[in-house]
């Protein structure tokens, strides 16, 4: 979709991570049969937490003894359900089995990501922002549950236990959490719960089970967004301009209405819609569609062209956002300067379900089922669009099937597209907006196109004097809600992170960039800039290690002395992979390493070469990611990120021509195969007491450098031009 949306300020958007930890105070609510419901309230801080305000529950216990967690982030695949549930379960002494989840509705001010201000999942903040507030919730739980039983039976609080989810006393007294709900809803909530320690623990830690795969194994019926089923729903396709920019000028509908189970044809900013009593007529209808589309404003500018527009900014200063130590001095006075260029095409998210949204708009109220990333900027937007207060539309927050950031939009535009064609249809029945897989592949949101330019120094006794560094690629933030929060002097973080907070000592260094004007939409694709700095950043220092004749992770522990925790990913994934034994014959290692999203990820890759073609048999993967909450869902995100980066850099493409997409689908954007996965995959989780910090991402951006650093050992050349398919190795 491509119309102008009208950009939207969310007031009191703050990215910035919270510094403060008090947990909130926790209340109860309900009567007679109704159980017990409690939560934290998020944010709360000093005195306004004592003075109690508006809270929202976390934690649901009826009175058959099941605990719902209400879950607040977006579970797109990544298992942040499964780990809000094993926290609260942890505290409250839940067994997994009693333990089910729910998706929190639309209330900002209650269910806010605490690093956003805003909810919404991204960045890789679930766990991370939600620690101590799931955990308190759990805590606070189980001490109501303990002080209704300690009433109930007359004896002292501190006597009694809670294992297993029941409640007993020394006495024989016993009783589950159902039996006590109800009781436990008139005690007054601690303020302060009281956490357990970790020799306490007996979920955290220990691969609590997934709480989304019975349904999602057994194929069960409304399960994802794209499921919604309701009476009256119609579904909807629509006709989107071929370029970015164009508007509708005029179109011929009268064959499309020809079409059985039709039901209206309807042009707009959006297109033309097509709503139809099911999805087949109505994309059946949309491609008979005669439409004349204005392209007098359109981005008609191809790949080549851009690369060529590229080129020449690389060729000048940039904007500078980094800078330490002299390093026009450094790289004249080197013994010796190795350069490099690198070419990152435009990658789209193909999540294996495409967006879709169902709406339901009677003219004063909005309801709104999706697979919500950031419920707060699609609340407000389809609020907008449709001229209603926030408090009358509502989102309902759906599992999705896959994102990789695609529905994390700051225009929400695939939630405004759906509300204009119910604002102009005009009925009070639902509609449902479904995105085929070319929808979203030639008029979808795409990881930027990025060049960039590394000239680097060794002085004569190999080690690095000074690291040149520019970037020219897209803004993400640059007009969005979030630029003012984000982009500082002209410079957007999310192009150039991993480079202006990499930890190695390189004397001087510099980092400069270009940010251009392309009419391509861009957005965050995972692990975001780190996809490409990383890449470019690890398979130079393996240039340099070269140059210098030293072992490239030897040369990179010299360069990280003052980075502790980057150093032991490193030395751990050395020692698993068997970094100090030749590989056998015919197989190259190369190594690398990336931190991002507050979490260490080094990776060693070990492929077999052969006339140009890679294939990747095995993998090592050593991860710190503070307190391991869940080690079989940690394993499964770097797994998954593994995978995702490899397919990306071994053939992963979005071109254009004349301003149109040329891959419409997965014959064209071609997506990793099983058989393409490496042979072998190991993880492994280095212990720690730090607290929990991001999984989804961070095992993306090591695999691109790793894998071209074995192909540098194979060949002696780098491949500069991603994917690795266009043989582009310099």
Same mark, same amino acid.
Request: proline fraction near 6%.
């Given at each position: 979709?491509?119309?102008?949306? &009208?950009?939207?300020?969310?007031?009191?958007?703050?990215?910035?991570?919270?510094?403060?930890?008090?947990?909130?105070?926790?209340?109860?609510?309900?009567?007679?049969?109704?159980?017990?419901?409690?939560?934290?309230?998020? @944010?709360?801080?000093?005195?306004?937490?004592?003075?109690?305000?508006?809270?929202?529950?976390?934690?649901?216990? +009826?009175?058959?003894?099941?605990?719902?967690?209400?879950?607040?982030?977006?579970?797109?695949?990544?298992?942040?359900?499964?780990?809000?549930?094993?926290?609260?379960?942890?505290?409250?002494?839940?067994?997994?089995?009693?333990?089910?989840?729910?998706?929190?509705?639309?209330?900002?001010?209650?269910?806010?990501?605490?690093?956003?201000?805003?909810?919404?999942?991204?960045?890789?903040?679930?766990?991370?922002?939600?620690?101590?507030?799931?955990?308190?919730?759990?805590?606070?739980?189980?001490?109501?549950?303990?002080?209704?039983?300690?009433?109930?039976?007359? /004896?002292?609080?501190?006597?009694?236990?809670?294992?297993? @989810?029941?409640?007993?006393?020394?006495?024989?007294? =016993?009783?589950?959490?159902?039996?006590?709900?109800?009781?436990?809803?008139?005690?007054?909530?601690?303020?302060?719960?009281?956490?357990?320690?970790?020799?306490?623990?007996?979920?955290?830690?220990?691969?609590?089970?997934?709480?989304?795969?019975?349904?999602?194994?057994?194929?069960?019926?409304?399960?994802?967004?794209?499921?919604?089923?309701?009476?009256?729903?119609?579904?909807?396709?629509?006709?989107?301009?071929?370029?970015?920019?164009?508007?509708?000028?005029?179109?011929?509908?009268?064959?499309?209405?020809?079409?059985?189970? /039709?039901?209206?044809?309807?042009?707009?900013?959006?297109?033309? !819609?097509?709503?139809?009593?099911? &999805?087949?007529?109505?994309?059946?209808?949309?491609?008979?569609?005669?439409?004349?589309?204005?392209?007098?404003?359109?981005?008609?500018?191809?790949?080549?062209?851009?690369?060529?527009?590229?080129?020449?900014?690389?060729?000048?200063?940039?904007?500078? !956002?980094?800078?330490?130590?002299?390093?026009?001095?450094?790289?004249?006075? +080197?013994?010796?300067?190795?350069?490099?260029?690198?070419?990152?095409?435009?990658?789209?998210?193909?999540?294996?379900?495409?967006?879709?949204?169902?709406?339901?708009?009677?003219?004063?109220?909005?309801?709104?089922?999706?697979?919500?990333?950031?419920?707060?900027?699609?609340?407000?937007?389809?609020?907008?669009?449709?001229?209603?207060?926030?408090?009358?539309?509502?989102?309902?927050?759906?599992?999705?099937?896959?994102?990789?950031?695609?529905?994390?939009?700051?225009?929400?535009?695939?939630?405004?597209?759906?509300?204009?064609?119910?604002?102009?249809?005009?009925?009070?029945?639902?509609?449902?907006?479904?995105?085929?897989?070319?929808?979203?592949?030639?008029?979808?949101?795409?990881?930027?196109?990025?060049?960039?330019?590394?000239?680097?120094?060794?002085?004569? +006794?190999?080690?690095?004097?000074?690291?040149?560094?520019?970037?020219?690629?897209?803004?993400?933030?640059?007009?969005?809600?979030?630029?003012?929060?984000?982009?500082?002097?002209?410079?957007?973080?999310?192009?150039?992170?991993?480079?202006?907070?990499?930890?190695?000592?390189?004397? !001087?260094?510099?980092?400069?960039?270009?940010?251009?004007?392309? @009419?391509?939409?861009?957005?965050?694709?995972?692990?975001?800039?780190?996809?490409?700095?990383?890449?470019?950043?690890?398979?130079?220092?393996?240039?340099?290690?070269?140059?210098?004749?030293?072992?490239?992770?030897?040369?990179?522990?010299?360069?990280?002395?003052?980075?502790?925790?980057?150093?032991?990913?490193?030395?751990?994934?050395?020692?698993?992979?068997?970094? *100090?034994?030749?590989?056998? !014959?015919?197989?190259?290692?190369?190594?690398?390493?990336?931190?991002?999203?507050?979490?260490?990820?080094?990776?060693?890759?070990?492929?077999?070469?052969?006339?140009?073609?890679?294939?990747?048999?095995?993998?090592?993967?050593?991860?710190?990611?503070?307190?391991?909450?869940?080690?079989?869902?940690?394993?499964?995100?770097?797994?998954?990120?593994?995978?995702?980066?490899?397919?990306?850099?071994?053939?992963?493409?979005? =071109?254009?021509?004349?301003?149109?997409?040329?891959?419409?689908?997965?014959?064209?954007?071609?997506?990793?195969?099983?058989?393409?996965?490496? *042979?072998?995959?190991?993880?492994?989780?280095?212990?720690?007491?730090?607290?929990?910090?991001?999984?989804?991402?961070?095992?993306?951006?090591?695999? @691109?450098?790793?894998?071209?650093?074995?192909?540098?050992?194979?060949?002696?050349?780098?491949?500069?031009?991603?994917?690795?398919?266009?043989?582009?190795?310099?």
């Amino acid at each position: 979709m491509r119309p102008t949306m &009208t950009d939207l300020r969310l007031p009191g958007l703050a990215p910035t991570p919270l510094t403060a930890t008090r947990r909130g105070i926790l209340m109860a609510f309900g009567g007679a049969g109704a159980g017990l419901i409690l939560g934290t309230m998020p @944010g709360l801080r000093g005195a306004k937490a004592a003075q109690g305000g508006t809270f929202n529950p976390f934690v649901r216990i +009826a009175p058959d003894g099941t605990v719902t967690v209400i879950v607040k982030h977006l579970d797109k695949g990544q298992g942040i359900a499964t780990g809000l549930a094993t926290l609260v379960a942890e505290e409250l002494d839940a067994t997994h089995d009693q333990v089910v989840t729910e998706f929190a509705p639309s209330i900002d001010a209650d269910y806010k990501n605490l690093y956003f201000g805003i909810m919404g999942t991204g960045g890789s903040t679930g766990i991370a922002n939600s620690w101590d507030q799931y955990r308190g919730a759990g805590a606070a739980a189980r001490a109501m549950l303990v002080a209704a039983a300690a009433r109930a039976w007359g /004896v002292p609080a501190a006597e009694i236990v809670v294992v297993q @989810g029941r409640i007993t006393h020394p006495s024989g007294r =016993t009783a589950g959490f159902g039996d006590m709900a109800d009781a436990a809803a008139a005690e007054t909530p601690p303020a302060e719960p009281v956490l357990k320690t970790p020799d306490q623990w007996v979920h955290i830690g220990k691969s609590f089970p997934r709480v989304d795969v019975p349904n999602k194994s057994h194929g069960a019926p409304d399960t994802f967004a794209i499921d919604i089923a309701m009476e009256g729903l119609r579904t909807v396709a629509i006709a989107r301009p071929p370029k970015w920019g164009a508007t509708l000028a005029s179109f011929d509908a009268t064959a499309a209405k020809g079409v059985r189970g /039709v039901i209206d044809v309807i042009g707009g900013p959006f297109g033309v !819609a097509v709503i139809a009593e099911k &999805t087949w007529p109505a994309i059946k209808a949309r491609d008979l569609l005669e439409i004349t589309w204005d392209e007098s404003a359109a981005e008609t500018r191809g790949s080549a062209e851009l690369e060529a527009e590229y080129r020449a900014l690389l060729a000048t200063p940039g904007a500078v !956002a980094r800078t330490e130590g002299d390093v026009a001095g450094a790289l004249a006075g +080197a013994a010796q300067v190795v350069e490099a260029e690198y070419l990152f095409p435009y990658l789209a998210h193909a999540p294996m379900e495409p967006l879709d949204t169902t709406i339901l708009y009677d003219g004063t109220r909005a309801q709104i089922w999706t697979g919500a990333q950031m419920p707060t900027v699609d609340l407000m937007v389809a609020a907008g669009v449709l001229g209603l207060s926030p408090e009358n539309v509502s989102v309902t927050t759906r599992w999705a099937g896959g994102s990789f950031g695609r529905r994390a939009v700051a225009n929400a535009h695939y939630v405004a597209e759906a509300a204009m064609v119910a604002k102009a249809w005009g009925r009070p029945e639902p509609l449902k907006v479904i995105w085929t897989r070319e929808d979203d592949l030639k008029g979808g949101y795409y990881r930027p196109m990025y060049l960039h330019r590394v000239r680097a120094g060794l002085d004569a +006794a190999g080690n690095v004097t000074g690291w040149e560094h520019r970037v020219v690629g897209q803004s993400i933030i640059a007009g969005t809600a979030f630029e003012a929060a984000i982009v500082k002097n002209g410079i957007d973080e999310t192009s150039v992170e991993g480079l202006t907070d990499a930890t190695y000592a390189f004397g !001087a260094m510099q980092v400069e960039l270009h940010t251009t004007k392309v @009419g391509v939409p861009v957005l965050w694709w995972r692990s975001v800039g780190h996809t490409h700095t990383a890449y470019a950043m690890e398979t130079m220092v393996d240039q340099l290690a070269a140059a210098a004749g030293r072992d490239p992770l030897d040369f990179r522990l010299a360069l990280l002395k003052d980075d502790p925790r980057k150093t032991a990913v490193l030395k751990l994934v050395a020692e698993k992979a068997g970094w *100090t034994t030749p590989p056998a !014959a015919g197989r190259f290692r190369g190594i690398a390493v990336q931190k991002s999203f507050g979490t260490y990820v080094a990776e060693v890759a070990e492929i077999t070469y052969a006339n140009g073609q890679v294939k990747v048999e095995r993998v090592v993967c050593a991860v710190d990611c503070g307190v391991a909450v869940n080690p079989d869902n940690i394993r499964g995100q770097m797994e998954g990120g593994i995978g995702y980066g490899l397919g990306a850099v071994l053939k992963g493409a979005i =071109t254009l021509t004349g301003g149109a997409v040329d891959q419409a689908n997965f014959d064209g954007y071609d997506p990793l195969r099983m058989s393409e996965m490496p *042979t072998e995959i190991e993880v492994h989780i280095l212990p720690s007491t730090d607290r929990p910090t991001g999984v989804g991402e961070p095992g993306v951006p090591p695999i @691109g450098p790793a894998i071209a650093n074995a192909i540098f050992k194979a060949t002696g050349r780098h491949p500069r031009r991603l994917p690795f398919t266009n043989g582009d190795f310099a």
